[in-house]
């Protein structure tokens, strides 16, 4: 076993007097142990390294043991015996596991007029999820940082009128409760990757969380990260690639590929690309995108303005209405013949949604 | 002027009449106005980018039109007519403006004796001021994540003991009013260096704030970070590089001393370096000390434990205690040398801090 | 016009006398030309920056006037009027402009059943090219530096008796006369991206060059490298992605993606991707490759071992024999998929070399 | 002994006999050796990684038997029992093991006038050495490419006029041999960092070599380019740190000071400091000097011209020669003050040089 963590997976219908047991031959065996309030599983993690074989296999209540030399069990692949988990974004909408799905919209949402029009032609293009900033974090105090809760309302209403599902950044732990009746994912931004009493508030939250990976963090320090989430009990956590700090100085980022099979092997949450963040550069965009579903991206986070060139921010690297539905277009005709070599894989659950 | 930004300082016995006045006037040339309030001083900044002289100077209560082309005007060194700010810290002991100083102690505060052994030995050693986390942002979920409030206790008394002001990080919002009486300056992390709203809520603190550079992020950005505290009306604004993401992997970081004479020449605000962080290796720190201050920094912050093989987090970058007082004494035999040749700058004013 | 250079492309039937009088009429106007012995197209550059329509047209032998603000002119998109170029690897068999191909391989040539073993499994399962390192640029002079001379002979062996081309690295201006009659292309390895006198000696060569990309190059410093060669004469220049420093440490390199679609809206050389170095880690290979390729990517260059654990350098990122297979089957279903979508780029001149 | 590498040192006094009878000893243990022509000293190296105690104390000639786990034995501070080596440029003038000195004078030799001017004033100011590039490896092929053959002749005539030895560029084998009798010090540039074949042929000259770091070089890729060096032979490497890639983009390049002291602290070789590139700002050259020094830097190599608003490349980075002297008297003010606190280190050999 060596440098091991250890966590136990309880059966289904385990009792919490099969627990104390647990705990009790635990502290026996000279280990202390934390329950983990998984919504549907119920979880106890050692505590600490492992070097030994714990020998709990019989023990009542007990369903699997397992091992990880990763410091981020609960984000491990081991911990799903190597099966990508599927997220439930709302009943019937899936990401994941072979549910692949497109988010699109603005960067900010600017007005009533700009969210409505935009829902309305990504969702015709085929988006199934609704992005839209209110709280911008901006490098600059003086630049434009968002509508606040008016953006939330506005885009509270582009989701009641087009049904889309809603996805928004979330800056603060105290914004997080009055988000929650308005938005179906929670955003956590790149500069906010490690911004701990964030993602142990989110932990405690029942609603999905998007999580992007900082411009300049590890695989490592990002799974580490989605750890904190996991642990505090939720178990909807989806990843953001949107591009590092590369060499080059014509792209806004690097979007780092590499990352998207390297994150499949060694952990179970799906994995969305941002190409917009990920290039800065509208006409990059959509090579990237099909670039990104190659590698093996569960879905995609795109920028789409209705007048790109009007946008408070980002417009050098939103796509117009009219781009992005070309961009569905090809994906969709991409999509079959990935989904042909794809070996092992799960096999692709939902083709509605794009 | 062109791409400029422009900011109205006032006399400082000017009215509000005045003020309203000068609101008037620049209404009337078709900008709006923001009021800057500044502990000593009172500024009116500009809205946006001001392209033409605005004829300003005898309208009554206006001291001085500031125009810089840097997106932080209040950090900028125009703002200040090139002179580099001194903050104080407390009444009699000061940093920057030719006031140098030492900040030491561990990573994190541990124990009441590690804390009180560690803060009596740097004081001994001729340090000023007293670091020691208690709450710590750590990458991954299941390491020591500080003692919490039992830490900022633990401070309190070994300032109260001592008599030497404390530092210490602060995490997120909820926690800076109860550490407000027990701390003397409120430490930013490197990973919340652009967490926004925690830079706004710092604006409205009545305590200094040194904010470290993030570990990937340019001086700019660093700066327009600094210019979020110091919009919301705090003044007393201290950066603090420690170490960028470089090439070299033997090292933590990379300490990018270059920074230091840089920001000096566009900033008056005062940098203090932190060779603990910038190295990770202990026997760099010394001479990275040195060759800080031979860069002009205004100070120093160290990482020192009685017992660094034992120390919780950061040990291997912790210089013992009699490691710290021999690099005192080479502080103290350098700081002279050093002080001759920097013509232009403004001489020491404090020498009793090493 | 501003901050351009220009570029004079002769009529095909232009005379010396034409010649002449053009660089007489550009003396008088003030200027001085350099000849550009291209193959096919006789071109005259201006000499610095011109600021002023040079008013041209018209003058005998003229056929087209080119500005371009790049500082790679030759390299640049401007010269070809936006087309991609086709480059001539043999007769019938070509790169670029449409035409795509995969070169494939072990990193190092090792010994003649290695080489032979594995040149026959490439050319069936498709590969166009055979790659194999002779001279090897190691890190640890007490590394395995390559065959050398019998590695040369090995590849010559292997490519008559399979048919293959062969592409392999020059180290040294040295070597390249008598790599000359083996070789089909000449390799430039990413270290020597910027070795100047070496790229000035490629410029004089009558075969293709594939230039690497500097692990920290720009686009810009990488295209201007191109330029040396272009400049000598050799029209014939091929760029390779290999991967960049990065910021993740469980791959090799970060393969930047970014810079197919971005070098192909700045210049009409084509683009290799090398996803064997830009990943480091063999199960990463076929999805970046995919996504190499779905990114617009003209080749690729894998690297391909019939033993892999027993390569003697770079066993960790080379595919078997099965596996390049597979992945060339799965290039062989996307590629219609990705035909389709590309509007307004050259269509797919060659199937036959997947 | 693990993963260990083993040289053995042979006595002054030994014989080829001896020689001859250790690797007969080496092979009946299974181990094959190489001769290492040194200068002074004879080695044997043992070929491949050593897991045991070889037991050749008692041989005949055997003086010592050095172990090291570095891939660089040869520049390992093992190889010398931990003593910085003094590295000769000419009889009586020496850099390393506790002598210090500066190198100075134009990026490019760009006319009599300039060189002479140039030579004359950073001597008068205390320089040892004066620098000035006649090859000039330059991103664009359009850029000043430097005076080749005349400018080495216009550097020897600096030499004979002012006693000034004189160090240059190297970036070709070609043109190593008749530089030769011109220059003192062959320097290799950061882009030829692993140019093998070039080490290869430095380490058969009879000359100083200073080795650059290349921008994005690790410490340990960059002590085996200079193991490269050692192993042919010449032992005379000077290691120059000249800034890396790092984050800010206001700065040409990021000086990496940290690698200083973490040199020192692997290998026995000279470290030089290069502000000039590693900096590109003027006003940052000299409190990054100073910088250097106090981190424990052997030498600086500064660029310095007569009239920097008219040099051919990197005015905006070379002193004025007033600025130079100045920053001399800085350099003589600061130098007692860091002997003292260096315990353990060579004591300051040479004081004439600054």
Redesign the interface.
């Known amino acids: 076993m060596g440098d091991q963590?250890v966590i136990i997976r309880m059966q289904q219908n385990s009792s919490t007097n099969d627990l104390a047991k647990l705990f009790h031959t635990l502290e026996k065996k000279g280990f202390m142990a934390r329950y983990v309030p998984y919504r549907d599983d119920c979880f106890v993690m050692v505590?600490g390294r492992v070097d030994r074989d714990l020998a709990l296999q019989g023990i009542p209540g007990v369903e699997e043991v397992i091992s990880t030399s990763n410091?981020?069990p609960l984000a491990s692949l081991e911990l799903t015996n190597g099966k990508h988990s599927t997220v439930e974004i709302l009943p019937g909408l899936n990401i994941g596991g072979g549910h692949k799905l497109v988010m699109a919209g603005p960067c900010a949402v600017e007005s009533r007029d700009q969210i409505l029009e935009c829902a309305r032609s990504v969702k015709k293009a085929g988006a199934s999820i609704l992005r839209g900033g209110a709280f911008k974090?901006?490098?600059?105090?003086?630049s434009f940082q968002g509508l606040g809760s008016e953006g939330i309302a506005l885009l509270a209403e582009a989701r009641k009128i087009t049904g889309l599902p809603v996805i928004s950044e979330v800056?603060?732990?105290?914004t997080i409760e009055w988000m929650m009746p308005h938005v179906d994912i929670l955003q956590v931004g790149a500069?906010?990757m490690?911004?701990?009493?964030?993602l142990k508030a989110l932990g405690k939250v029942d609603k999905p969380v998007m999580l992007k990976r900082g411009?300049?963090?590890?695989?490592?320090?990002w799974l580490?990260?989605a750890?904190?989430i996991l642990?505090g009990g939720n178990r909807r956590v989806i990843l953001c690639e949107r591009g590092?700090?590369?060499?080059?100085?014509?792209?806004r980022n690097?979007?780092?590929?590499?990352?998207?099979?390297?994150v499949k092997?060694l952990s179970h949450l799906p994995v969305v690309v941002d190409p917009s963040h990920?290039?800065g550069?509208r006409?990059?965009v959509a090579?990237?995108s099909?670039?990104?579903?190659?590698?093996?991206a569960d879905g995609l986070i795109v920028e789409v303005h209705p007048k790109p060139e009007e946008a408070l921010s980002d417009g050098m690297q939103s796509l117009t209405t009219l781009q992005f539905s070309?961009l569905m277009?090809?994906i969709a005709?991409?999509m079959?013949?990935?989904e042909?070599?794809r070996e092992g894989e799960e096999p692709c659950h939902s083709v509605t949604v794009m």
């Open positions: 963590r505590e410091p981020f974090p901006r490098t600059n105090p003086y800056m603060s732990m105290e500069r906010n490690q911004n701990f009493p964030l411009p300049m963090a590890t695989v490592d320090e580490q990260a750890e904190y642990l590092i700090r590369g060499v080059e100085t014509r792209t690097t979007l780092d590929l590499n990352i998207v099979p390297l092997s990920g290039t550069i006409e990059l090579p990237m099909l670039a990104a579903l190659a590698a093996g070309a277009k090809s005709k991409l079959p013949a990935l042909v070599f």
